[in-house]
């Protein structure tokens, strides 16, 4: 089993930046992506960004230029660096994530969710 512990959210006026973590526990084998969804109030959740264990990156067009996805592999940790944040960011963020067992099977993986509020 794997546990998602995620970290960083609160409350930040418009212009403003957060850095979300998100640090994966338990069995783990190997990760192969590592994202970051979020889901604001009244709509679906929706991918913001993903990294792959190649180094590979994906951005939601709304944050790109303003948000930055990172991986620390031997933490097995994801970062959300997220700047310029504007309120139609509020939502709750969730990390997600595919974790490869020894036998090369894979689960998917969510944490609880942080959430985020960018007011005035």
């Known amino acids: 089993q794997v546990q998602l512990a995620e970290s960083g959210g609160g409350l930040v006026q418009p212009g403003e930046s957060l850095r979300l973590s998100c640090a994966a526990s338990?069995?783990?084998?190997?990760?192969?992506?590592m994202a970051w969804y979020r889901q604001a109030p009244g709509k679906q959740r929706q991918l913001v960004a993903e990294a792959t264990t190649d180094g590979r990156t994906n951005y939601a067009d709304s944050v790109k230029g303003r948000f930055t996805i990172s991986r620390d592999n031997a933490k097995n940790t994801v970062y959300l660096q997220m700047n310029s944040l504007k309120p139609e960011d509020t939502a709750v963020y969730y990390c997600?994530?595919?974790?490869?067992?020894?036998?090369?099977?894979?689960?998917?993986?969510w944490g609880q969710g942080t959430p985020v509020t960018v007011s005035s």
């Open positions: 997600r994530s595919i974790v490869q067992g020894r036998l090369g099977d894979r689960h998917e993986y």
């Open positions: 338990g069995t783990i084998f190997s990760i192969r992506t």
